[in-house]
């Protein structure tokens, strides 16, 4: 099982999108409703990255051609996108977000 930490959890505001590279992936951290998910920061339809994009509640819109996402589990909500998004389990500990990528 492989692990990152990603960064503390004061870094994450409420409906907003925090990437980070970790080699050659971009992962995406959100905070919705005092829970953290993350993704890896690309369309499902086209790689674009999702962090510029709009979030309302726990939707998130692809800024390039507004395919929307659930940030909650990663499902593809409209098209153009078909696929799921990339997730990964989070876990808090002691105060920094441990993303698993396995």
Known sequence: MSEIIFGKIEEIEDSKVLVKRFGRSRIAVCKYK???YAFKD???HDNAPLDQ???CENII???RHGAKFD???G???SAPAFSNLTTYSVEIQEGNIKIILD
Do not use: H, K, W
């Open 75 to 77: 499902n593809f909500l």
């Open 53 to 55: 994009g709009e979030i």
């Open 34 to 36: 005092d829970s953290f």
């Open 71 to 73: 940030i909650t589990n």
């Open 61 to 63: 819109q692809c800024p």
């Open 42 to 44: 690309a369309c499902s």
